[in-house]
């Protein structure tokens, strides 16, 4: 040091930190390399803590890579910092931090905290403030490495009182209103700002609001400010929206590749008109604009639009689905990405993450916010402990405490016993950790799936878990109705219940959904084509318009010309008698005979004749029912009497009515044969 005084020819409390970097050089190497006399590796530290002591040298990003807790002990002694480090491996430990480098397993973030300390210039963790991570994150010395690892020493600090918790940096899902003119985008902006609804709502439509503010810049400039639109506006925007194509009036176009130019979906062409009503409605509502049209009416989804737009639930295969369940059951510790330290969340509550979203049919913002405790064993009704021997487990009933959510307050459901006993095995070994805020009930509570002291990320199912299972299962991402994704779940598991040989009603499936009101509830279940299938066929259309009966052929009459001069020679077989009335399908008695006629006794002589007959010729016949005809073979008795009694004065193909006749008004229906359909043997 006192040589380098000598070449720079002025005094170190004069130097600057490029010169204290320049005498420690980038590396150990680099160092040796420099002296004029033989140096050794030791030296270097012991440099740079007469850089940090006398210079206040901190700038420690030009040095390269070097043991930053070696200079930590060099400055604040051993004893000092193993201290420090042992009060954050407490909490650490506590929260179920675990390190992989130690036999004992203890996070004592040894690189991290030496940096901290080291740019705080203090080895006690209580200095370590609010505003000493704030300049810890904005140190030039903070490289990306750094700045993660700080995040958790600040959770720690936090936890033992010395500073605020951290707030997790997120993705701007509100970029810049650019290309959207004024006063437009200062209206959207406090629209934005004032709303009550959710941030992902408000979010979609600032975008399409967005558009529709490029849109007036191009096409309406009259109209900017939403105090100048018109019925005719509204008119002109509902056309540009039915023709609207993806790419249009948007801040960006890289990232839709061969999607660019195709016409947008019905549902987004909904989507974007009920964010115009709403930011419109908004507006006059507040008394920000005038009212001079009604937007639900000047603004509403064209017919041939919502014509377009139905209930398509995304249902995954069964045959796949019965791949992915089979995975999520067998899931291993090998099957999940991670370093050679394995996995960063313990297989225990990745194991139950999977199969409450296998079985559950929650939401995966549901399933991130279940609560510690939110399963519940009954049998017979009555609660009994999860650990219970004296009742087998398919007999229990789990129940499964479901938070509050975006269509209905907080809601128990029963679910298979395999996902209480997963969920409870990770509950036995989930460490201790501080409560968190549900930012939708605005209370603090343990949430299940967390470690470390935050949630498990939220979007660790779609990219994390999904693809391990379909890797497992030996099934692909994706299919023919898109990528498989957690809720595509839902919609699968509503469908199989509700196409199940004993099938949940739309209500209970409503019920164990959740949904606010059925309609809802239809946009998951859907109707298998076998289960349609089977419904139609119990629904015995074809056999209930249709009756056949036996008609007997009198082939003699017919060859013998008997039947051209007016003998009988069709016999239709009525049960007690025949009829050899021609026009037998047009009979109105003929499903309770009147016996005119027409009418041969089955005890007669003719009849036991006719049967007889050596050339006879057996044959079915098909009858079309009137709605009172099929009472009767439906409803039994009391329909047929009714028949009878309503045809009492209705002649008969003789003539004479059943009146006239002085016939009993009791009768036998026709004989019914069954139908089969299908090829004839």
């Known amino acids: 040091m006192l040589a380098n005084c000598r ?71 051993a004893d000092a910092l193993d201290a420090a480090m042992n009060e954050v491996a407490v909490v650490a430990d506590r929260w179920g931090y675990r390190s992989q480098n130690r036999e004992d397993g203890r996070y004592r973030l040894p690189g991290v905290l030496a940096q901290a300390l080291l740019i705080n210039r203090s080895p006690r963790l209580a200095d370590l403030t609010t505003e000493s991570f704030a300049r810890l994150q904005s140190h030039p010395a903070t490289s990306t490495r750094y700045s993660s690892g700080f995040y958790a020493l600040q959770k720690i600090v936090a936890d033992l009182g010395h500073c605020r918790a951290p707030v997790r940096p997120g993705f701007n899902h509100a970029p810049s209103l650019s290309g959207v003119p004024e006063p437009w985008a200062s209206y959207l902006q406090r629209w934005y700002d004032t709303s009550p609804l959710t941030v992902n709502v408000r979010n979609n439509i600032r975008t399409n609001m967005a558009k529709t503010g490029r849109w007036l810049a191009a096409e309406h400039p009259e109209a900017v400010d939403p105090g100048h639109w018109t019925r005719a506006t509204c008119a002109d925007w509902v056309a540009v929206v039915d023709k609207m194509a993806v790419g249009d009036y948007v801040q960006r176009t890289d990232h839709l590749h061969e999607r660019l130019g195709d016409p947008i979906a019905p549902r987004t062409k909904s989507h974007i008109l009920m964010g115009t009503r709403m930011f419109l409605r908004d507006l006059q509502e507040w008394e920000w604009i005038p009212r001079r049209f009604d937007p639900a009416r000047a603004l509403a989804v064209p017919r041939t639009v919502a014509a377009l737009i139905a209930t398509d639930p995304r249902v995954i295969a069964d045959e796949v689905w019965a791949k992915l369940l089979w995975a999520g059951l067998n899931l291993k510790a090998e099957d999940l990405p991670g370093t050679s330290a394995g996995s960063y969340y313990p297989l225990e509550l990745i194991r139950g993450l999977a199969l409450t979203w296998l079985f559950s049919g929650l939401r995966s913002d549901e399933i991130f916010r279940l609560r510690v405790g939110c399963v519940r064993w009954q049998h017979d009704g009555q609660p009994i402990d999860g650990a219970s021997r004296e009742v087998l487990a398919e007999q229990a009933v789990c129940l499964l405490d479901v938070p509050v959510n975006k269509t209905s307050t907080a809601f128990s459901k029963p679910v298979d016993p395999i996902v209480g006993q997963a969920i409870e095995a990770w509950q036995a070994l989930r460490p201790a950790q501080p409560r968190r805020l549900d930012t939708k009930t605005s209370e603090r509570v343990d949430l299940l799936f967390s470690i470390r002291a935050h949630p498990v990320a939220k979007n660790y199912i779609n990219r994390t878990l999904i693809p391990s299972l379909c890797e497992k299962a030996g099934v692909p991402t994706t299919d023919v109705r ?146 009172d005809e099929r009472a009767a073979v439906d409803d039994g008795q009391s329909a047929l009497d009714a028949l009878l009694e309503r045809l009492a004065e209705a002649p008969t193909p003789a003539g004479p009515s059943p009146r006239d006749l002085n016939r009993p008004t009791a009768s036998h229906l026709l004989p019914i044969i069954e139908v089969r359909q299908g090829a004839q043997g």
């Open 7 to 77: 070449t720079f020819n002025r005094s170190w409390w004069g130097w600057t930190s490029w010169d204290w970097a320049g005498l420690c050089s980038t590396g150990s190497t680099a160092f040796r390399t420099a002296q004029q006399l033989p140096t050794d590796t030791a030296t270097r530290p012991f440099l740079i803590s007469l850089g940090y002591l006398l210079g206040g040298f901190s700038d420690f990003q030009h040095l390269g890579n070097f043991n930053r807790l070696h200079l930590a002990q060099l400055l604040f002694g």
């Open 482 to 627: 898109g990528n498989i994704t957690s809720h595509r779940a839902r919609s699968t598991i509503a469908s199989q219940l509700y196409n199940a040989k004993e099938p949940m009603t739309l209500f209970e499936l409503q019920a164990w959904l959740g949904h606010r009101s059925p309609t809802s509830t239809q946009h998951y279940a859907k109707i298998t084509p076998n289960t349609l299938t089977r419904a139609y066929t119990e629904a015995g259309y074809f056999s209930r318009n249709l009756r056949t009966i036996e008609v007997l052929i009198d082939r003699d009459a017919v060859t013998s010309g008997a039947a051209a001069g007016g003998e009988p020679w069709q016999h239709y077989d009525l049960g007690h008698g025949f009829c050899t009335y021609s026009f037998f399908e047009q009979c109105q008695h003929r499903m309770a005979c009147a016996r005119c006629d027409f009418y041969t006794p089955k005890d007669s002589t003719q009849a036991q004749l006719l049967e007889a007959k050596a050339n006879l010729q057996r044959m079915l016949i098909s009858i079309p029912l009137t709605d």
